[in-house]
Protein backbone atom coordinates (compact mmCIF):
# COMPACT_ATOMS: atom_id res chain seq x y z
CA UNK A 1 0.00 0.00 0.00
CA UNK A 2 1.30 3.22 -1.52
CA UNK A 3 -0.15 6.26 1.55
CA UNK A 4 0.05 10.23 1.29
CA UNK A 5 -0.61 12.16 3.91
CA UNK A 6 -1.38 15.74 3.03
CA UNK A 7 -0.89 18.22 5.54
CA UNK A 8 1.48 17.79 8.62
CA UNK A 9 0.58 19.41 11.08
CA UNK A 10 -0.38 17.22 14.86
CA UNK A 11 -3.26 15.35 12.73
CA UNK A 12 -0.99 14.75 9.82
CA UNK A 13 1.87 13.05 12.13
CA UNK A 14 -0.37 11.51 14.68
CA UNK A 15 -1.90 9.48 11.12
CA UNK A 16 1.46 9.54 9.84
CA UNK A 17 2.62 7.57 13.09
CA UNK A 18 -0.19 5.11 13.75
CA UNK A 19 -0.52 4.28 10.13
CA UNK A 20 3.39 2.83 10.40
CA UNK A 21 2.52 1.30 13.90
CA UNK A 22 -0.23 -0.82 11.69
CA UNK A 23 1.52 -1.35 8.24
CA UNK A 24 5.05 -1.49 8.64
CA UNK A 25 5.71 -2.44 5.22
CA UNK A 26 3.60 0.39 3.65
CA UNK A 27 5.26 3.48 1.20
CA UNK A 28 3.99 6.50 3.59
CA UNK A 29 5.29 10.54 2.08
CA UNK A 30 4.08 13.42 3.32
CA UNK A 31 2.73 16.38 1.64
CA UNK A 32 2.92 20.28 2.88
CA UNK A 33 3.70 23.71 1.79
CA UNK A 34 5.19 24.83 5.13
CA UNK A 35 8.78 24.08 4.73
CA UNK A 36 9.75 23.53 7.99
CA UNK A 37 6.92 20.77 8.61
CA UNK A 38 8.34 18.96 5.77
CA UNK A 39 12.06 19.01 7.21
CA UNK A 40 10.58 18.19 10.62
CA UNK A 41 8.66 15.20 9.44
CA UNK A 42 11.04 13.83 7.21
CA UNK A 43 13.68 13.85 9.82
CA UNK A 44 11.51 12.34 12.56
CA UNK A 45 9.39 9.61 10.73
CA UNK A 46 12.12 8.77 8.05
CA UNK A 47 9.45 9.59 4.88
CA UNK A 48 9.93 11.49 1.85
CA UNK A 49 8.24 14.78 1.70
CA UNK A 50 6.80 17.01 -0.91
CA UNK A 51 5.74 20.52 -1.01
CA UNK A 52 2.26 19.48 -3.32
CA UNK A 53 0.63 16.73 -4.64
CA UNK A 54 1.60 17.62 -8.14
CA UNK A 55 5.25 16.50 -6.84
CA UNK A 56 4.93 13.01 -5.44
CA UNK A 57 5.45 9.77 -7.65
CA UNK A 58 2.60 7.61 -10.11
CA UNK A 59 1.25 4.95 -8.28
CA UNK A 60 -0.15 6.20 -4.79
CA UNK A 61 -3.24 4.43 -4.00
CA UNK A 62 -4.75 6.58 -1.80
CA UNK A 63 -4.42 9.93 0.61
CA UNK A 64 -4.83 11.15 3.94
CA UNK A 65 -6.30 14.68 3.80
CA UNK A 66 -5.28 16.10 7.51
CA UNK A 67 -4.93 19.99 6.41
CA UNK A 68 -6.80 22.64 8.05
CA UNK A 69 -11.04 21.75 7.20
CA UNK A 70 -11.21 24.92 4.64
CA UNK A 71 -8.89 23.29 2.43
CA UNK A 72 -10.18 20.33 2.34
CA UNK A 73 -13.10 20.40 -0.54
CA UNK A 74 -10.62 21.60 -3.22
CA UNK A 75 -7.53 19.31 -2.26
CA UNK A 76 -9.98 16.42 -2.03
CA UNK A 77 -11.34 16.73 -5.22
CA UNK A 78 -7.87 16.90 -6.88
CA UNK A 79 -7.29 13.72 -4.93
CA UNK A 80 -9.89 12.03 -6.31
CA UNK A 81 -9.22 12.89 -10.47
CA UNK A 82 -5.52 11.19 -9.67
CA UNK A 83 -7.73 7.93 -8.27
CA UNK A 84 -6.69 7.86 -5.09
CA UNK A 85 -8.40 6.74 -2.33
CA UNK A 86 -9.88 9.56 0.61
CA UNK A 87 -9.05 9.33 4.37
CA UNK A 88 -10.53 12.92 5.08
CA UNK A 89 -10.50 14.87 8.46
CA UNK A 90 -13.51 16.21 9.35
CA UNK A 91 -14.42 18.79 7.13
CA UNK A 92 -16.74 21.57 9.51
CA UNK A 93 -18.30 22.50 6.33
CA UNK A 94 -19.75 20.44 3.11
CA UNK A 95 -18.40 22.55 0.54
CA UNK A 96 -17.88 20.29 -2.67
CA UNK A 97 -19.86 17.24 -0.62
CA UNK A 98 -22.27 16.71 -3.91
CA UNK A 99 -19.91 16.94 -6.40
CA UNK A 100 -16.93 14.94 -4.71
CA UNK A 101 -19.12 12.25 -3.47
CA UNK A 102 -20.54 11.95 -7.22
CA UNK A 103 -17.22 12.09 -8.23
CA UNK A 104 -15.81 9.30 -5.91
CA UNK A 105 -18.76 6.77 -7.14
CA UNK A 106 -17.56 8.00 -11.21
CA UNK A 107 -14.00 7.03 -10.45
CA UNK A 108 -14.92 3.59 -7.76
CA UNK A 109 -13.32 5.55 -5.15
CA UNK A 110 -13.91 5.68 -1.45
CA UNK A 111 -14.64 8.53 0.34
CA UNK A 112 -14.11 8.14 3.65
CA UNK A 113 -14.83 10.69 6.22
CA UNK A 114 -13.38 10.17 9.95
CA UNK A 115 -15.72 10.04 12.91
CA UNK A 116 -13.75 8.88 15.78
CA UNK A 117 -16.12 9.32 18.37
CA UNK A 118 -17.98 6.21 16.82
CA UNK A 119 -14.71 4.22 17.30
CA UNK A 120 -14.39 4.47 20.88
CA UNK A 121 -15.00 1.20 22.76
CA UNK A 122 -16.60 3.77 25.17
CA UNK A 123 -19.44 5.35 22.83
CA UNK A 124 -19.61 1.38 21.34
CA UNK A 125 -20.91 0.12 24.60
CA UNK A 126 -23.23 3.05 25.55
CA UNK A 127 -24.60 2.75 22.74
CA UNK A 128 -25.21 -0.74 22.83
CA UNK A 129 -26.77 -0.72 26.30
CA UNK A 130 -29.18 2.27 25.03
CA UNK A 131 -30.30 0.23 22.22
CA UNK A 132 -30.75 -3.00 24.42
CA UNK A 133 -33.05 -0.58 27.20
CA UNK A 134 -35.15 0.29 24.03
CA UNK A 135 -36.88 3.11 26.62
CA UNK A 136 -36.45 6.58 26.11
CA UNK A 137 -33.87 8.21 28.15
CA UNK A 138 -32.28 11.73 29.13
CA UNK A 139 -28.35 12.49 28.53
CA UNK A 140 -26.67 15.57 30.06
CA UNK A 141 -23.39 16.42 27.96
CA UNK A 142 -20.30 18.78 28.42
CA UNK A 143 -17.83 18.68 26.45
CA UNK A 144 -15.20 21.56 26.83
CA UNK A 145 -11.63 23.32 26.67
CA UNK A 146 -10.02 26.75 26.56
CA UNK A 147 -9.05 27.57 23.13
CA UNK A 148 -5.61 28.68 23.44
CA UNK A 149 -5.29 25.09 25.08
CA UNK A 150 -5.96 23.19 22.18
CA UNK A 151 -2.49 23.92 20.50
CA UNK A 152 -0.42 25.78 22.99
CA UNK A 153 2.65 25.50 20.67
CA UNK A 154 0.80 27.67 17.85
CA UNK A 155 -0.64 30.90 17.63
CA UNK A 156 -4.50 31.18 18.14
CA UNK A 157 -4.96 33.38 14.99
CA UNK A 158 -3.29 30.79 12.45
CA UNK A 159 -5.09 28.31 14.16
CA UNK A 160 -8.41 26.88 12.11
CA UNK A 161 -10.50 26.92 15.19
CA UNK A 162 -10.22 30.54 15.74
CA UNK A 163 -12.04 31.08 12.44
CA UNK A 164 -15.53 31.61 12.45
CA UNK A 165 -16.27 29.60 9.56
CA UNK A 166 -14.23 26.74 11.16
CA UNK A 167 -14.33 27.71 14.79
CA UNK A 168 -14.04 25.51 18.17
CA UNK A 169 -17.43 25.15 18.83
CA UNK A 170 -18.11 24.22 15.79
CA UNK A 171 -15.62 21.43 16.00
CA UNK A 172 -16.29 20.01 19.00
CA UNK A 173 -19.73 19.88 17.64
CA UNK A 174 -18.81 17.73 14.71
CA UNK A 175 -16.83 15.48 16.77
CA UNK A 176 -19.94 14.96 19.45
CA UNK A 177 -23.32 14.84 17.25
CA UNK A 178 -22.38 11.70 14.48
CA UNK A 179 -22.04 9.22 17.86
CA UNK A 180 -25.36 11.19 19.68
CA UNK A 181 -27.27 10.45 16.55
CA UNK A 182 -26.21 6.85 16.29
CA UNK A 183 -26.91 6.34 19.89
CA UNK A 184 -29.99 8.28 20.36
CA UNK A 185 -31.59 8.40 17.07
CA UNK A 186 -32.45 11.24 14.95
CA UNK A 187 -32.11 15.09 15.56
CA UNK A 188 -36.08 16.60 15.49
CA UNK A 189 -35.54 19.70 17.31
CA UNK A 190 -33.21 22.10 18.67
CA UNK A 191 -33.15 25.01 21.22
CA UNK A 192 -29.89 26.78 21.71
CA UNK A 193 -28.81 29.90 24.28
CA UNK A 194 -24.98 30.39 22.98
CA UNK A 195 -23.16 33.46 24.63
CA UNK A 196 -19.57 34.96 24.87
CA UNK A 197 -17.73 34.33 28.13
CA UNK A 198 -13.82 34.98 27.36
CA UNK A 199 -11.69 37.77 26.31
CA UNK A 200 -10.52 35.96 23.57
CA UNK A 201 -10.29 38.01 19.88
CA UNK A 202 -12.64 35.69 18.45
CA UNK A 203 -15.75 36.72 16.87
CA UNK A 204 -17.90 33.41 17.34
CA UNK A 205 -19.92 32.69 20.71
CA UNK A 206 -17.75 30.52 22.76
CA UNK A 207 -20.38 28.63 24.89
CA UNK A 208 -23.49 26.87 23.90
CA UNK A 209 -26.25 25.20 25.28
CA UNK A 210 -28.25 23.07 23.22
CA UNK A 211 -31.63 21.28 24.37
CA UNK A 212 -31.73 18.47 22.03
CA UNK A 213 -35.22 16.21 20.84
CA UNK A 214 -34.49 13.23 19.04
CA UNK A 215 -37.43 11.77 16.76
CA UNK A 216 -37.70 8.83 19.17
CA UNK A 217 -38.55 10.34 21.99
CA UNK A 218 -34.46 10.58 23.62
CA UNK A 219 -33.68 13.99 25.04
CA UNK A 220 -30.19 15.91 25.70
CA UNK A 221 -28.80 18.45 26.98
CA UNK A 222 -25.42 19.46 25.44
CA UNK A 223 -23.21 22.24 26.95
CA UNK A 224 -20.25 22.99 24.27
CA UNK A 225 -17.20 25.35 25.50
CA UNK A 226 -14.04 26.51 24.37
CA UNK A 227 -13.87 28.23 27.33
CA UNK A 228 -13.33 26.12 30.85
CA UNK A 229 -9.74 26.39 31.97
CA UNK A 230 -10.32 21.92 32.52
CA UNK A 231 -10.52 20.41 29.42
CA UNK A 232 -13.90 18.45 30.17
CA UNK A 233 -16.00 15.29 28.70
CA UNK A 234 -18.50 14.65 31.33
CA UNK A 235 -21.79 12.52 30.35
CA UNK A 236 -24.65 11.38 32.31
CA UNK A 237 -27.81 9.47 31.03
CA UNK A 238 -30.85 8.01 32.59
CA UNK A 239 -34.49 6.89 32.58
CA UNK A 240 -36.24 4.74 35.15
CA UNK A 241 -34.11 1.84 34.46
CA UNK A 242 -30.85 2.77 33.37
CA UNK A 243 -27.99 5.21 34.72
CA UNK A 244 -24.36 5.36 33.00
CA UNK A 245 -21.74 7.80 33.81
CA UNK A 246 -18.84 8.65 31.87
CA UNK A 247 -16.06 11.33 32.65
CA UNK A 248 -14.21 10.76 29.06
CA UNK A 249 -11.41 8.09 29.27
CA UNK A 250 -11.94 4.14 29.45
CA UNK A 251 -11.44 4.08 33.17
CA UNK A 252 -14.50 6.55 34.44
CA UNK A 253 -17.45 4.40 32.42
CA UNK A 254 -20.19 3.76 35.08
CA UNK A 255 -23.66 2.09 35.10
CA UNK A 256 -25.68 1.94 38.73
CA UNK A 257 -26.66 -1.55 39.02
CA UNK A 258 -30.02 -1.03 40.21
CA UNK A 259 -30.82 -3.85 41.98
CA UNK A 260 -27.85 -3.85 43.99
CA UNK A 261 -27.42 -0.14 44.47
CA UNK A 262 -23.69 0.06 43.94
CA UNK A 263 -22.16 2.12 40.87
CA UNK A 264 -19.87 -0.74 39.15
CA UNK A 265 -17.17 0.13 36.38
CA UNK A 266 -17.67 -1.29 32.88
CA UNK A 267 -14.27 -2.61 31.26
CA UNK A 268 -14.07 -0.11 27.98
CA UNK A 269 -11.11 -1.77 26.76
CA UNK A 270 -7.27 -0.50 25.61
CA UNK A 271 -6.29 3.00 26.38
CA UNK A 272 -3.16 4.10 23.93
CA UNK A 273 -1.92 8.14 25.27
CA UNK A 274 0.47 9.96 23.57
CA UNK A 275 2.67 12.79 25.11
CA UNK A 276 1.50 16.10 24.68
CA UNK A 277 -2.32 15.68 24.51
CA UNK A 278 -5.02 16.02 27.22
CA UNK A 279 -5.49 12.16 29.17
CA UNK A 280 -9.59 12.82 27.43
CA UNK A 281 -7.63 11.84 24.13
CA UNK A 282 -7.16 7.95 23.65
CA UNK A 283 -5.10 7.53 20.29
CA UNK A 284 -6.87 3.72 20.18
CA UNK A 285 -9.68 5.33 18.40
CA UNK A 286 -7.94 6.68 16.18
CA UNK A 287 -6.11 3.43 15.01
CA UNK A 288 -9.20 1.80 14.97
CA UNK A 289 -10.86 4.04 12.42
CA UNK A 290 -7.49 3.61 10.27
CA UNK A 291 -7.87 0.46 9.90
CA UNK A 292 -11.59 0.52 9.02
CA UNK A 293 -10.62 2.81 5.87
CA UNK A 294 -8.60 0.18 4.70
CA UNK A 295 -11.60 -2.72 5.59
CA UNK A 296 -13.78 -0.10 3.65
CA UNK A 297 -11.70 0.08 0.87
CA UNK A 298 -12.16 -3.76 0.25
CA UNK A 299 -15.61 -3.67 0.30
CA UNK A 300 -16.62 -3.26 3.74
CA UNK A 301 -19.97 -0.75 4.72
CA UNK A 302 -18.40 2.36 6.58
CA UNK A 303 -19.64 3.74 9.55
CA UNK A 304 -20.29 7.40 8.45
CA UNK A 305 -19.88 8.92 5.06
CA UNK A 306 -20.28 12.11 3.72
CA UNK A 307 -23.75 11.68 3.21
CA UNK A 308 -24.44 11.34 7.35
CA UNK A 309 -21.94 14.09 7.44
CA UNK A 310 -24.02 16.36 5.37
CA UNK A 311 -27.02 15.88 7.85
CA UNK A 312 -24.70 16.41 11.12
CA UNK A 313 -23.65 19.98 8.94
CA UNK A 314 -27.23 21.10 8.90
CA UNK A 315 -27.98 20.55 12.22
CA UNK A 316 -24.78 22.85 13.19
CA UNK A 317 -25.62 25.38 10.79
CA UNK A 318 -29.25 25.89 12.68
CA UNK A 319 -27.60 25.64 15.90
CA UNK A 320 -25.70 28.36 14.89
CA UNK A 321 -27.97 30.41 13.76
Same mark, same amino acid.
Given at each position: ??? =? ?17 ? $????TIIG ?11 ADEY ?15 ? =???? =? ?66 NGRP =? ?79 ? +? ?19 ? +???? $? ?19 ? %? ?5 ? $? ?19 ? %? ?29
Amino acid at each position: MKI =CVIGLGSMGRRRIRLIKQL $YKKATIIGIDKNADRVRYVADEYKINCFPALSDIPKGFD =CAFV =CTSPQSHASIIKECLENNLHIFSEINLMDELYDENIKLAKQRKRVLFLSSTALYKQEMQIINRKIKENGRP =CVYQYHVGQYLPDWHPWDDLKDFFVSNRNTNGCRELLSIELPWIWYTFGEIKTVHVLKTKLTDLEIDFPDTYLVQIEHQNR +NFGNLAIDVVSRQAVRKLEIF +NEDI $YIRWDGTPETLYEKNIISGVL %DQIPAGE $YIRENGYSESVNEYAYMKEIE %DFFYVINGKEPLYSFEKDKKIIAVIDEIER
